[in-house]
């Protein structure tokens, strides 16, 4: 069934129609800058790319633009699903739903958890259900797959009001990349993921780590929101909660201020004073940028001790996975955190980890050792994977 995925932003429409099987991919695009009168909508075709003005900027008019192409291809007829990416599903879905009134609904009731988020997903959903009104819509949600963590670690030490009556708990998030390449790097192991105990890291520019045990989520590095845990692109990951106390009176700093600070100004930007981009950071370092290299050093450090508590969730290791454009192209990142995780029995492989870049996966260690594995994400598949599977039972 060729099934059509959707990942709606605040500003951006990602699509792809693809084949979750066999992953085979006909048409895809990214709708960029909604909202401006510079919005457009690059297409690539087989075999060609295209860019789209859309002069109203809106929601409906990038769906019309993908109608159109679909028509082009001959391909409308055989879409057989919409599969919808959403951030926060709360503790409400564990799994994908289909796309009914009342699930619409609770998706816009976790908008205070999710309000950069999730009311693109909902406008998303509403302007993908009127250009395709006969089509079964799932919500396949980046929350979902953590909703297996106990108890123990998906609680705050804050007041019990603060979690029954406002949800402040850990959800997690970036889980249709962890369990997708959960199933990978079982695959690649030759092993059973039931079997297996796994951490694995999504490094983009958000990022979190993943204590997995037989497939299902026992801990996670991201919290109530995507702020918590690692060094990121833009955010800061934890910070003493007292900060913004201290901050508000020493700076004379809003609540607000603060909170945009931490999300848009922190991370490898703010350490650095330069960018969020790794592969910059990595040159500027190798140039001789001291802000750039304890950028990078900070970020090391901390993924690498997020990585070692999470195996205190797990009990054993089986494999680290790298993954996310950080995880998949960095060998720099990769090899600095495998040398501070000595104690988890890793024996780095200097020559598999140096050709493990750009789609390259694959094991980065030596035979002996704890092993530890890039692989590519592919939340696209994922989330055409889960929507096949609700729309027309198992793959
Ligand atoms: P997003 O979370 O937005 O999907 P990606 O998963 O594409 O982001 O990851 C973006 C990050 O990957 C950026 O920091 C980028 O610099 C980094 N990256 C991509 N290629 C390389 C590379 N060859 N070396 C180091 N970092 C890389």
């Not at 900070?298 to 494999?319: E, P, S």
Request: net charge neutral.
């Amino acid at each position: 069934m060729w099934t059509l995925v959707v990942n709606c932003g605040s500003s951006s429409v990602k699509f792809a129609l693809l084949r979750p099987t066999s992953g085979e991919v006909r048409l895809s695009g990214l709708a960029e800058r909604l909202g401006s009168e510079a919005a457009a909508v690059r297409v690539d075709r087989p075999g060609e790319r295209v860019t789209v003005p859309l002069p109203r900027g809106s929601y409906p008019e990038a769906f019309g633009v993908l109608l159109a192409e679909l028509d082009r291809l001959g391909a409308r007829r055989d879409v057989g699903a919409v599969g919808h990416r959403v951030v926060h599903g709360g503790a409400r879905f564990s799994a994908p739903a289909l796309i009914t009134p009342e699930v619409l609904e609770v998706i816009r009731a976790c908008v205070p958890l999710a309000p950069l988020h999730n009311p693109a997903n909902v406008a998303g959903i509403e302007a993908a259900r009127a250009a395709f009104p006969d089509l079964p819509h799932v919500a396949v949600f980046d929350t979902a797959f953590h909703q297996t963590m106990p108890e123990v670690a998906y609680r705050y030490a804050v007041p019990p009001a603060w979690y029954h009556e406002h949800g402040v708990r850990r959800y997690g998030f970036h889980g249709i990349s962890h369990a997708f390449v959960a199933g990978e790097a079982a695959r690649l192991l030759g092993r059973d993921l039931s079997e297996l105990h796994l951490v694995t890291a999504h490094l983009g520019n958000g990022c979190s780590v993943t204590a997995i045990a037989g497939g299902r989520s026992v801990d996670t590095s991201m919290g109530l929101t995507p702020l918590e845990g690692l060094v990121m692109g833009t955010r800061s990951g934890d910070v003493d909660p007292g900060l913004h106390d201290y901050l508000a009176r020493e700076a004379g700093l809003s609540l607000g201020e603060i909170t945009a600070d931490l999300n848009r100004h922190s991370g490898l930007l703010g350490l650095s004073g330069l960018t969020n981009d790794m592969r910059e950071l990595e040159a500027a370092a190798a140039a001789g940028d001291e802000r750039a290299r304890l950028a990078v050093e900070i970020f090391v450090y901390r993924l690498a001790k997020t990585v070692a508590g999470m195996a205190v969730a797990l009990g054993r290791l089986d494999a680290l996975v790298f993954t996310g454009g950080i995880g998949e192209n960095s060998a720099t990142v990769r090899a600095a955190t495998l040398a501070r995780l000595e104690l988890l029995g890793f024996r780095p492989d200097a020559a598999a980890n140096a050709r493990a870049v750009r789609g390259q996966g694959g094991r980065i260690t030596l035979p002996e050792g704890t092993p530890a594995l890039v692989v590519n994400t592919n939340e696209e598949r994922m989330i055409a994977r889960e929507t096949q599977r609700l729309v027309v039972g198992d793959l």
